[in-house]
C-alpha cells in the first residue's frame, strides 16, 4: 500500500484524491489516509503530491515509519467503505495526527 505521511497535515491539497482510481483516499479533519486494502498500488497519487506527503510502504523515510499504521489503524472502525466519496469528510483523526501541534500558521 502507499501511505500519506507528515507534510499532509495540515495542508491537505487534495490534488492525491482527483488521481486515484479508486477513490481510497480518505480525508479526515487534518490529514488525508490511504485505505491499505483498497489501494491497488497505481502510483499515481505520489507524483501529484506538491509536498511530497505521499509514499510505497517500503520506501517510507524512518522519521515517518509511524505514519503506515496510522494509515491502516485510521480505517479500523471504518472497515472497507468501498470510496471515499462515500465517507465525505472524517471528522476526527488518527491519534499520531491529531496529537501534533498546529503544521501551517
Ligand atoms: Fe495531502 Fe498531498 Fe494529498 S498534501 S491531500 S497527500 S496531495
Ligand atoms: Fe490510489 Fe495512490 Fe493507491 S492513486 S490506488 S492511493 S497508490
Redesign the pocket.
Known sequence: ??VVALPCVDVKDRA?VD????D??YEGERSLY?HPD?????????PVCPVEA?YYEDDLPEAWADYYRANVDFFVELGSPGGAAKTGVLTFDHPVIAGLSRQVA
Open positions: 500500500t502507499y492525491c488521481e486515484c482510481p479508486v481510497c483516499i490511504i483498497e489501494c491497488v498500488d497505481c502510483g499515481a497519487c505520489e505521499i
